[in-house]
Structures are given as C-alpha cells and as structure tokens.
C-alpha cells in the first residue's frame, strides 16, 4: 500500500513553490525568518483553527508524529521556530500583505487551470458580509463614544444589505472568474461593513491580469467613474441598472443573461468560502488586522487547494471542505 502524502503537508509543499513578492528592504535589523515561513504559519492556523501566536505554538508542541512533521516544514535552516512574539508582529505585517499575494497566486493559477477554455475571459466582483465577532455596537452608543460591552469589536461598522437587513462586521470583496470548470479567485481584500463597493473596486481591478475582458458586477458598480477605469484597461464593465423592474431598455435580456453568470460564479464561490472556513455566522477574530488573516487567509488557502486538487486531477469544485477537514 502507498502512503498519500498528508494534506495539511501538501499545502506547506505548494506554499513553497507559490510566487511571493521580493522581500522589501527595512529599516533597521533583517528578518530572521522569511516571509514564506510565515505564510506556512497562516496556512497552519486556518487549517487546525486556531486564531493566535499562543494558540499556534501549543498546536506545534504536541508531541505526535505528524506535529513533528509539521514542525520540520515550518522550522529555518537552522531547525529554529519564530517566538511568540515574533509570530505576533510578522502575522500582523503579513495582513497587510494578503492582497497582493492572492493577486500575485490568482494570476498564476490562472494559467495554469485554464477556466476560459471555451473564451469569455470574465470575472465576476461582489462583496459578502461576515458578522463581527461578539455584540454590536449601536450607532447612539458610537457617536456618543461609548462601548457598552467588552465583546465588542468597535472597528467593525454597520451597513444595510437587501437580504440581510442590519449587519455590524465586515466586507470581504472578492473577483473571481466566471467558469464552468472553476471558481477561483484573483483579487480579495477586507474592510469595515461601511465601505461602499464602488469605492472599492479599483483596488481590486486595478491589478488584475492580462486575460481578464469583462468584469460583471450588481447595481453597486454601476458608477461612471468605475465605467472609465475599467473601460481606460482595455475591459468591458457590465452591470445590473438601478431602477423598478421589469426593465425594458434595449440590451435588458444580455444583461440578464450576465447577471445570471455573474451570480452562479460568485454567490457559489460566497456560499462555499463561508462553509468551508466555518463563517456563515460570525467570525472567530476582532479587529481589522486579525480579522484580514483570517478571512483573506481563507481566500489564499482555498487558492492553495484549488491548486493541490488540479495537480491531483480532482475536481476544482467538489472535495474542497473534506480534503482541508483530513487535515
């Protein structure tokens, strides 16, 4: 019988070979550790779910075999592990880095998984929101400066969603391409509920790759300024229109047609991102910082598994939950 490698193994091999930005000159002392031991680090929180330095250092002490494993894939030439308080600070510098290393892993995935092998080059943009972990704080008790309960994470915001009424947390703002084959994600960030998607998108577009030549969007997108940018990248910007329905404009039924693609791509890609990482109520973090290593680690890890189930010739949509369950 052949041993199958174990996953959780797996995924730190492929972050070895996963691009990385150059590590950028600092002021001061150079990192002892590299950013691609870091990023194992994230991969192995979000895999065993556990949310701090503390809580990763306990995991790496059991004293179990694959531990010991995991412990070697994480360790530095010289068989050392960050402290705590180094996993503290460089976890922290690496939330602010997670956009850029989904974009830099999404555009390499997407030659090599080929999700547009019949062309339409799409790719849908959305936000979903993710409750803030703990109470709520009522805008009377904000704008009177006053935290009526400790578990209240006060830089999460509100905003009104047309399915879920109130909500205080969070937006994750996601790309991902529309495809039959796959849903994977090219661009992620994280920002109080409050942030208005159009504001945000640029941040997204702006550094999407070559290939891409539409970008299907709801009524939230549907702003001249965001018209010209995507327009300016040589793209096509096609949303919904605000307004009573039924619309009866000239081109209603090819945007249909287009709202239906962008909602299958991404409302999917939503709804699976959520169960996969145990978020479909609120989240397990407080603060931006943590709150963007989780949930923009969870988009990178779901990269990584994408990228394990083409290598293994699995399905791109189907098995994601129980592979990262095995691990």
């Given at each position: 019988?052949?041993?199958?490698?174990?996953?959780?193994?797996?995924?730190?091999?492929?972050?070895?070979?996963?691009?990385?930005?150059?590590?950028?000159?600092?002021?001061?002392?150079?990192?002892?550790?590299?950013?691609?031991?870091?990023?194992?680090g994230l991969v192995v929180l979000l895999v065993r779910r556990v949310w701090t330095a503390h809580g990763l250092l306990a995991l790496l002490?059991?004293?179990?075999?694959?531990?010991?494993?995991?412990?070697?894939?994480?360790?530095?030439?010289?068989?050392?592990?960050?402290?705590?308080?180094?996993?503290?600070?460089?976890?922290?510098?690496?939330?602010?880095?997670?956009?850029?290393?989904?974009?830099?892993?999404?555009?390499?995935?997407?030659?090599?998984?080929?999700?547009?092998?019949?062309g339409g080059r799409a790719v849908a943009i959305d936000s979903t929101l993710l409750r803030a972990h703990g109470g709520v704080w009522h805008q009377k008790h904000r704008e009177a400066g006053v935290v009526p309960h400790t578990s209240i994470d006060t830089e999460a915001h509100w905003t009104?969603?047309?399915?879920?009424?109130?909500?205080?947390?969070?937006?994750?703002?996601v790309v991902v391409t529309v495809s039959d084959i796959v849903w994977l994600p090219l661009a992620a960030d994280l920002t109080p509920a409050n942030v208005a998607d159009n504001e945000h998108a640029p941040a997204l577009l702006d550094g999407l790759p070559e290939p891409v030549g539409a970008v299907l969007?709801?009524?939230?997108?549907?702003?001249?300024?965001?018209?010209?940018?995507?327009?300016?990248a040589g793209r096509l910007l096609?949303?919904?229109?605000?307004?009573?329905?039924?619309?009866?404009?000239?081109?209603?039924?090819?945007?249909?047609?287009?709202h239906q693609l962008r909602s299958h791509a991404i409302e999917n890609f939503n709804a699976q991102c959520k169960a996969i990482f145990g978020c479909l109520g609120n989240v397990p973090t407080r603060g931006l910082t943590q709150t963007r290593l989780f949930a923009l680690g969870a988009v990178l890890l779901y990269q990584l598994t994408l990228w394990h189930h083409a290598i293994a010739d699995r399905d791109l949509r189907q098995g994601l939950k129980p592979f990262l369950l095995s691990a």
């Open positions: 019988m052949i041993d199958q490698p174990e996953p959780l193994l797996v995924l730190l091999s492929l972050v070895e070979e996963m691009p990385l930005p150059p590590q950028a000159a600092r002021r001061g002392r150079p990192d002892l550790y590299a950013d691609r031991l870091i990023v194992k002490a059991e004293p179990s075999p694959q531990m010991a494993r995991v412990r070697a894939a994480l360790a530095d030439a010289q068989g050392r592990l960050p402290s705590r308080r180094t996993w503290e600070r460089r976890l922290n510098r690496l939330a602010g880095v997670l956009p850029l290393l989904i974009a830099l892993l999404g555009a390499w995935l997407l030659q090599r998984l080929e999700p547009w092998p019949r009104k969603s047309g399915w879920h009424g109130w909500v205080y947390g969070w937006k994750l703002h969007g709801d009524q939230h997108y549907n702003d001249p300024d965001l018209h010209t940018l995507v327009t300016g096609i949303t919904t229109k605000r307004g009573a329905y039924p619309h009866t404009d000239a081109g209603v039924e090819v945007r249909r047609l287009f």
